[in-house]
């Protein structure tokens, strides 16, 4: 078990589906993450946020859409991904950017 | 730009002493960080060096030497449990406030009976 709880643990959809990914932490982490993480790879950053605001976009598709509805709470919205999409989607927290990051456990992620 | 390297794969047998270093190029650099991923799971948080020298952590511990942007992961008394991916990652960015974790490639520990 972790701190930061991601929901659902698994996840599969159709290309022309739209679904959320969701993320909570109570810690009072001001900073807050999204990674996609292929196997046998290390976590890929997606999006930062920082005090509720997007500070980094790692150039993600726009088919990836981040939200931050407070400062415990992040949402990413998916619609019409690809197959190549498919992955472990992390979120991870910490109480300022350069600080360590607490990971949840993720969501396995499969696009059909 | 930024980079880490660390090794790919390291095997040790079981009550052994393993290191894996890690060396970086990045600019403001803030502190190594390394952590722990068993398959199937999510990364866990290991240890931080934002200053030069050792931290301890029961049987973890960690080196930092930014003179020579080199640190290392240091692994007692292995037990089979420990066979996971461990990664480096160092802090990029203009502040403490702006900036994101960059991942070295990881290393996977083998560890044998």
């Known amino acids: 078990d972790t701190e930061v709880t991601q929901t659902p643990k698994h996840l599969v959809m159709g290309m022309t589906n739209k679904k959320s990914l969701k993320c909570e932490q109570h810690m009072g982490h001001r900073a807050m993450y999204w990674y996609k993480q292929k196997a046998k790879k290390p976590p890929e950053l997606m999006f930062v946020y920082s005090y509720e605001k997007l500070s980094i976009n790692e150039s993600v598709p726009s088919r990836f859409s981040p939200e931050c509805p407070n400062s415990s709470l992040l949402n990413l919205h998916l619609h019409a991904l690809q197959p190549e999409d498919s992955a472990l989607y992390l979120c991870?927290?910490?109480?300022?950017?350069?600080?360590?990051?607490?990971f949840g456990d993720g969501t396995r992620l499969s696009i059909l | 730009g930024q980079s880490l390297e660390q090794p790919s794969e390291v095997t040790a047998v079981e009550g052994a002493i393993v290191q894996i270093n890690c060396t970086y190029q990045?600019?403001?650099?803030?502190?190594l960080s390394w952590y722990q991923q068993h398959d199937g799971g999510a990364p866990t948080f290991l240890s931080y060096n934002a200053l030069d020298g050792l931290e301890e952590t029961g049987r973890f511990s960690s080196f930092l030497s930014r003179s020579d942007s080199y640190g290392y992961l240091l692994l007692q008394e292995l037990q089979m449990k420990d066979s996971a991916s461990y990664f480096c990652?160092?802090?990029?960015?203009?502040?403490?406030?702006?900036?994101?974790?960059?991942f070295g490639q990881g290393t996977t520990l083998q560890v044998k009976p």
């Open positions: 991870a927290s910490s109480t300022r950017p350069n600080q360590p990051q607490h």
């Open positions: 990045t600019s403001g650099f803030y502190g």
């Open positions: 990652a160092v802090f990029k960015g203009g502040s403490s406030n702006t900036g994101k974790l960059i």
